[in-house]
């Protein structure tokens, strides 16, 4: 499986972004896709994480209420919107898929794509 996440950018606090993971292969809805992000000088930390079916969703606590996860099977592509920004939402975002159940776990991830970098200035 194949990741490639797109859409990042410069935004302004307060601002949205959409990002997307475009997948390759048969499989895609057979994984559970989540979002993670790596800021400068820190661990990559888990953001959400959607279930196979897309009924199922879980967030980190510091972007609940502000990041939507989402999934298309049918385009085999998973989507992180992004509404009011904050300046400590600056990192790069990774996708990454595993065939397990849903976990907010860096290691539980089977792949992953090659991270699209977000800054929100101040």
């Known amino acids: 499986v194949q990741l490639q996440a797109s859409g990042g950018g410069l935004v302004q606090a307060g601002g949205s972004l959409r990002l997307s993971c475009a997948t390759s292969?048969?499989?895609?809805?057979?994984?559970?896709m989540g979002w993670f992000r790596q800021a400068p000088g820190k661990e990559r930390e888990f953001v959400t994480a959607i279930s196979r079916s897309g009924d199922s969703t879980r967030y980190a606590d510091s972007v609940k209420g502000r990041f939507t996860i989402s999934r298309d099977n049918a385009k085999n592509t998973v989507y992180l919107q992004m509404n009011s920004l904050k300046p400590e939402d600056t990192a790069v975002y990774y996708c990454a898929a595993r065939s397990g159940g849903m976990s907010s776990m860096r290691w539980a991830y089977d792949y992953w794509g090659q991270g699209t970098l977000v800054t929100v200035s101040s």
């Open positions: 292969g048969r499989t895609f809805s057979n994984k559970v």
